[in-house]
């Protein structure tokens, strides 16, 4: 009796759903915020006090999204977990941008954004595979977290038909995603780390690691007193080669100099030749004394 119940059961909740989000969703300012407080209660599997949903946000399958204290959703978010068996978790504090795209995407996934957590415009976190995202993170705008890897070995098959991988992705706490930045499935990055912008991250990365580039290849640690450490001496002592090679090139002038002073020596004998020029001059003199 509970199985046939169970599809009149959810078909009653979407229609509960959608008449509650309809009414309220787009209402502005004090008003809206007030309503939807107080409506959304009936609507969501758990509701923090007081959470500021903005007019223009849209959830599916609210019965299996939950909402902590004192979370900020902004306009133009969607939040999906349509299907069986998902969940939603968003713990206190968390802050949803605007644009951010947030969904389960099948069935048996659950996505979890700990506390104190920022997701800036326009990011993505899909399933299927479960996604936990740590507490204290810093997800820049544009960022893509997708646990799902579509399987494309067989040449005889379409690739929408050979199905899906779904290992998972686990964000540690503290972490920095920088803008553009793409987690695919089956990747952990450990606690601390910092991810910089436009990488893809298809490996594991250490705790408190910093990873650049396609694919995401670490280049330094965080230390206790100072940002980064490894990596960076290494690219500041290649500067000394390029400096000692004008040296060289200074020392070149030496040899061209030296070679004035043969030219200057070379105007002394023709300066030597006016003397017995003139001593010609001094029998021719003499002759005319004797006439």
């Known amino acids: 009796m509970n199985l046939d119940s169970a ?32 409506l959304y209660q009936s609507i969501f599997a758990k509701l923090g006090s007081p959470v500021f949903i903005r007019p223009g946000a849209e959830f599916v399958g609210a019965d299996c999204i939950e909402i902590g204290n004192r979370v900020s959703i902004q306009r133009g978010v969607r939040v999906d977990s ?19 795209d947030i969904r ?19 990011t993505c976190i899909h399933g299927p595979g479960p996604i936990t995202i740590g507490k204290d993170c810093l997800i820049a705008s544009h960022v893509g977290i997708y646990a799902n890897n579509h399987i494309f070995a067989d040449q005889n098959h379409k690739i929408r038909e050979q199905g899906l991988t779904c290992e998972g992705i ?14 695919v499935d089956g990747v952990t990055i450990g606690q601390g780390s910092v991810i910089g912008a436009g990488a893809v991250v298809t490996k594991d990365i250490p705790p408190y690691s910093i990873a650049v580039g396609v694919p995401a290849k670490v280049v330094g640690q965080r230390s206790i007193d ?4 490894t990596k960076m001496a290494p690219e500041t002592t290649k500067v000394v080669p390029e400096t000692t090679k004008v040296v060289p090139e200074t020392t070149k002038v030496v040899p061209e100099t030296t070679k004035v002073v043969p030219e200057t020596t070379k105007v002394v004998p023709e300066t030597t030749k006016v003397v017995p020029e003139i001593t010609k001059m001094v029998p021719e003199s003499s002759c005319a004394i004797r006439s």
């Open 170 to 183: 686990v964000i540690g706490d503290d972490c920095w995603l920088g803008t553009g930045v793409k987690v």
């Open 7 to 38: 599809p009149f059961t959810s078909q009653r909740s979407y229609r509960q759903e959608a008449l509650i989000t309809t009414l309220v969703g787009w209402v502005p300012l004090s008003p809206g915020f007030v309503l939807r407080q107080r």
């Open 104 to 122: 389960t995407t099948g069935d048996n996934c659950q996505i979890e954004i700990g506390e104190h957590t920022a997701v800036n415009p326009y």
């Open 82 to 100: 349509k299907g069986r068996n998902n969940r939603i978790s968003l713990a206190d504090r968390v802050h949803l941008d605007r644009g951010v």
């Open 226 to 229: 100072i940002g980064t450490v």
